[in-house]
T-cell receptor, first 116, second 111 residues
Framework: GAVVSQHPSWVICKSGTSVKIECRSL??????MFWYRQFPKQSLMLMAT?????????EQGVEKDKFLINHASLTLSTLTVTSAHPEDSSFYIC????????????FGSGTRLTVV | QQQVKQSPQSLIVQKGGISIINCAYE??????FPWYQQFPGKGPALLIA?????SEKKEGRFTISFNKSAKQFSLHIMDSQPGDSATYFC??????????FGEGTQLTVNP
Protein backbone atom coordinates (compact mmCIF):
# COMPACT_ATOMS: atom_id res chain seq x y z
CA GLY A 1 0.00 0.00 0.00
CA ALA A 2 0.86 3.65 -0.29
CA VAL A 3 3.29 4.81 2.37
CA VAL A 4 4.12 8.31 3.52
CA SER A 5 7.24 8.59 5.64
CA GLN A 6 7.74 11.53 7.96
CA HIS A 7 10.97 12.45 9.70
CA PRO A 8 11.83 13.14 12.43
CA SER A 9 9.16 11.58 14.63
CA TRP A 10 10.01 13.98 17.42
CA VAL A 11 12.27 16.98 17.84
CA ILE A 12 13.14 19.38 20.61
CA CYS A 13 14.56 22.76 19.71
CA LYS A 14 15.39 26.00 21.44
CA SER A 15 13.35 29.15 20.99
CA GLY A 16 14.51 31.19 18.05
CA THR A 17 15.93 28.30 16.09
CA SER A 18 14.51 26.66 12.97
CA VAL A 19 13.54 23.06 12.48
CA LYS A 20 12.85 21.14 9.27
CA ILE A 21 10.37 18.29 8.93
CA GLU A 22 10.48 15.98 5.92
CA CYS A 23 7.60 14.17 4.29
CA ARG A 24 8.29 11.52 1.67
CA SER A 25 5.98 9.41 -0.46
CA LEU A 26 7.83 6.10 -0.62
CA UNK A 27 6.04 4.17 -3.34
CA UNK A 28 4.12 6.76 -5.29
CA UNK A 29 4.54 10.22 -6.70
CA UNK A 30 2.67 13.07 -5.09
CA UNK A 31 2.24 16.36 -6.91
CA UNK A 32 0.34 17.62 -3.89
CA MET A 33 1.00 17.09 -0.23
CA PHE A 34 -0.80 18.52 2.77
CA TRP A 35 0.53 19.73 6.09
CA TYR A 36 -1.59 19.58 9.22
CA ARG A 37 -1.16 20.71 12.76
CA GLN A 38 -2.82 18.96 15.67
CA PHE A 39 -3.05 20.12 19.26
CA PRO A 40 -3.77 17.62 22.07
CA LYS A 41 -7.28 16.20 21.97
CA GLN A 42 -8.16 18.27 18.93
CA SER A 43 -8.80 17.57 15.28
CA LEU A 44 -6.35 18.05 12.46
CA MET A 45 -6.06 21.60 11.20
CA LEU A 46 -4.90 22.05 7.62
CA MET A 47 -2.01 24.48 7.49
CA ALA A 48 -1.04 24.43 3.84
CA THR A 49 -1.12 22.59 0.57
CA UNK A 50 2.27 21.82 -0.90
CA UNK A 51 2.48 21.79 -4.69
CA UNK A 52 5.43 20.26 -6.53
CA UNK A 53 7.37 22.87 -8.43
CA UNK A 54 5.28 25.81 -7.29
CA UNK A 55 4.44 27.84 -4.23
CA UNK A 56 2.48 26.36 -1.41
CA UNK A 57 -1.04 27.49 -0.66
CA UNK A 58 -1.51 28.51 2.96
CA GLU A 59 -4.73 28.45 4.94
CA GLN A 60 -6.06 31.65 6.40
CA GLY A 61 -4.22 32.63 9.55
CA VAL A 62 -1.11 30.55 8.84
CA GLU A 63 2.05 32.64 8.56
CA LYS A 64 3.80 31.63 5.37
CA ASP A 65 7.06 33.28 6.44
CA LYS A 66 7.08 31.24 9.63
CA PHE A 67 6.10 27.91 8.13
CA LEU A 68 8.19 27.53 5.00
CA ILE A 69 7.15 24.75 2.66
CA ASN A 70 9.25 23.37 -0.15
CA HIS A 71 8.06 20.66 -2.54
CA ALA A 72 11.08 20.23 -4.77
CA SER A 73 10.35 16.75 -6.06
CA LEU A 74 7.42 14.44 -6.62
CA THR A 75 8.28 12.46 -3.52
CA LEU A 76 9.48 15.03 -1.01
CA SER A 77 7.93 17.99 0.75
CA THR A 78 9.52 19.80 3.66
CA LEU A 79 8.08 22.05 6.35
CA THR A 80 10.49 24.41 8.09
CA VAL A 81 9.34 26.12 11.25
CA THR A 82 11.42 29.27 11.43
CA SER A 83 12.28 31.17 14.59
CA ALA A 84 10.34 28.66 16.61
CA HIS A 85 8.59 29.69 19.83
CA PRO A 86 6.99 27.57 22.55
CA GLU A 87 3.52 28.22 21.07
CA ASP A 88 4.68 26.41 17.91
CA SER A 89 4.97 23.21 19.93
CA SER A 90 2.51 20.82 18.37
CA PHE A 91 2.07 17.60 16.40
CA TYR A 92 2.68 18.15 12.69
CA ILE A 93 1.39 15.64 10.16
CA CYS A 94 1.71 15.44 6.40
CA UNK A 95 -0.46 13.56 3.94
CA UNK A 96 -0.68 12.78 0.25
CA UNK A 97 -3.09 11.11 -2.12
CA UNK A 98 -1.61 8.26 -4.13
CA UNK A 99 -2.85 8.66 -7.67
CA UNK A 100 -5.53 10.81 -9.25
CA UNK A 101 -7.92 7.87 -9.32
CA UNK A 102 -7.70 7.34 -5.58
CA UNK A 103 -9.83 9.16 -3.08
CA UNK A 104 -8.07 8.07 0.07
CA UNK A 105 -5.33 10.10 1.66
CA UNK A 106 -2.32 8.50 3.32
CA PHE A 107 -0.85 10.19 6.37
CA GLY A 108 2.64 10.25 7.74
CA SER A 109 3.32 9.15 11.29
CA GLY A 110 3.61 12.72 12.50
CA THR A 111 6.31 14.85 14.11
CA ARG A 112 6.09 15.97 17.72
CA LEU A 113 7.77 19.38 17.96
CA THR A 114 8.65 20.77 21.36
CA VAL A 115 10.14 24.25 21.55
CA VAL A 116 11.87 25.06 24.83
CA GLN B 1 -20.95 24.73 4.49
CA GLN B 2 -17.67 22.92 4.94
CA GLN B 3 -18.25 21.67 8.47
CA VAL B 4 -18.50 18.10 9.60
CA LYS B 5 -19.99 17.69 13.07
CA GLN B 6 -19.00 14.61 15.07
CA SER B 7 -20.36 13.15 18.28
CA PRO B 8 -19.79 12.05 20.95
CA GLN B 9 -16.52 13.69 21.91
CA SER B 10 -15.62 10.67 24.02
CA LEU B 11 -17.03 7.18 24.36
CA ILE B 12 -16.42 4.38 26.82
CA VAL B 13 -17.52 0.88 25.87
CA GLN B 14 -17.08 -2.50 27.47
CA LYS B 15 -15.21 -5.20 25.62
CA GLY B 16 -17.56 -6.99 23.26
CA GLY B 17 -19.95 -4.06 23.06
CA ILE B 18 -20.91 -1.91 20.11
CA SER B 19 -19.30 1.49 19.62
CA ILE B 20 -21.28 4.04 17.63
CA ILE B 21 -19.94 7.37 16.42
CA ASN B 22 -22.08 9.81 14.50
CA CYS B 23 -21.30 12.54 11.99
CA ALA B 24 -23.35 15.13 10.16
CA TYR B 25 -22.26 17.20 7.22
CA GLU B 26 -23.46 20.31 5.46
CA UNK B 27 -21.68 20.30 2.12
CA UNK B 28 -23.79 18.32 -0.33
CA UNK B 29 -20.88 18.33 -2.77
CA UNK B 30 -19.02 15.82 -0.60
CA UNK B 31 -18.78 12.55 -2.48
CA UNK B 32 -16.50 10.52 -0.29
CA PHE B 33 -16.78 9.94 3.44
CA PRO B 34 -13.79 8.28 5.11
CA TRP B 35 -13.21 7.35 8.71
CA TYR B 36 -9.73 7.59 10.16
CA GLN B 37 -8.32 5.89 13.24
CA GLN B 38 -5.53 7.58 15.15
CA PHE B 39 -3.47 6.12 17.97
CA PRO B 40 -1.57 8.41 20.35
CA GLY B 41 1.57 9.83 18.79
CA LYS B 42 0.72 8.49 15.34
CA GLY B 43 -0.79 9.87 12.18
CA PRO B 44 -4.35 8.97 11.19
CA ALA B 45 -4.89 5.78 9.22
CA LEU B 46 -7.78 5.19 6.84
CA LEU B 47 -10.17 2.72 8.44
CA ILE B 48 -13.13 2.53 6.10
CA ALA B 49 -14.87 4.83 3.64
CA UNK B 50 -18.15 5.12 1.78
CA UNK B 51 -19.57 6.88 -1.25
CA UNK B 52 -22.99 8.58 -0.97
CA UNK B 53 -24.62 6.22 -3.45
CA UNK B 54 -24.34 3.40 -0.91
CA SER B 55 -26.32 3.21 2.33
CA GLU B 56 -24.03 0.82 4.16
CA LYS B 57 -20.54 -0.59 3.93
CA LYS B 58 -19.10 -3.29 6.10
CA GLU B 59 -15.52 -4.36 6.54
CA GLY B 60 -15.00 -6.93 9.25
CA ARG B 61 -16.21 -5.48 12.55
CA PHE B 62 -16.51 -1.96 11.12
CA THR B 63 -19.66 -0.71 9.40
CA ILE B 64 -20.55 2.68 7.99
CA SER B 65 -24.22 3.58 7.77
CA PHE B 66 -25.02 6.47 5.46
CA ASN B 67 -28.21 8.53 5.28
CA LYS B 68 -27.96 10.91 2.34
CA SER B 69 -31.29 12.66 2.90
CA ALA B 70 -30.40 13.43 6.51
CA LYS B 71 -26.78 14.24 5.62
CA GLN B 72 -25.60 11.94 8.36
CA PHE B 73 -23.33 8.94 8.59
CA SER B 74 -22.10 6.78 11.41
CA LEU B 75 -19.42 4.27 12.29
CA HIS B 76 -20.36 1.10 14.12
CA ILE B 77 -17.68 -1.04 15.70
CA MET B 78 -19.03 -4.46 16.58
CA ASP B 79 -17.50 -6.63 19.28
CA SER B 80 -15.31 -3.72 20.40
CA GLN B 81 -11.86 -4.70 21.66
CA PRO B 82 -9.36 -2.88 23.89
CA GLY B 83 -7.12 -2.58 20.83
CA ASP B 84 -9.80 -0.43 19.22
CA SER B 85 -9.15 2.25 21.83
CA ALA B 86 -8.10 5.24 19.74
CA THR B 87 -9.38 8.52 18.40
CA TYR B 88 -11.70 8.28 15.43
CA PHE B 89 -12.25 11.04 12.90
CA CYS B 90 -14.95 11.19 10.27
CA UNK B 91 -14.39 13.36 7.21
CA UNK B 92 -16.00 14.63 4.07
CA UNK B 93 -14.29 15.12 0.74
CA UNK B 94 -15.14 16.30 -2.74
CA UNK B 95 -13.38 14.93 -5.82
CA UNK B 96 -9.75 15.93 -5.75
CA UNK B 97 -10.18 18.23 -2.81
CA UNK B 98 -8.82 18.24 0.67
CA UNK B 99 -10.45 16.54 3.62
CA UNK B 100 -12.78 18.25 6.04
CA PHE B 101 -12.47 16.51 9.38
CA GLY B 102 -14.90 16.12 12.22
CA GLU B 103 -13.83 17.03 15.73
CA GLY B 104 -12.86 13.48 16.67
CA THR B 105 -14.11 10.88 19.15
CA GLN B 106 -11.87 9.36 21.76
CA LEU B 107 -12.93 5.75 22.18
CA THR B 108 -11.96 3.72 25.22
CA VAL B 109 -12.80 0.03 25.31
CA ASN B 110 -12.53 -1.41 28.80
CA PRO B 111 -11.42 -5.03 29.17
Amino acid sequence: GAVVSQHPSWVICKSGTSVKIECRSLDFQATTMFWYRQFPKQSLMLMATSNEGSKATYEQGVEKDKFLINHASLTLSTLTVTSAHPEDSSFYICSARPGTGSFGYTFGSGTRLTVV
Amino acid sequence: QQQVKQSPQSLIVQKGGISIINCAYENTAFDYFPWYQQFPGKGPALLIAIRPDVSEKKEGRFTISFNKSAKQFSLHIMDSQPGDSATYFCAGQTSGSRLTFGEGTQLTVNP
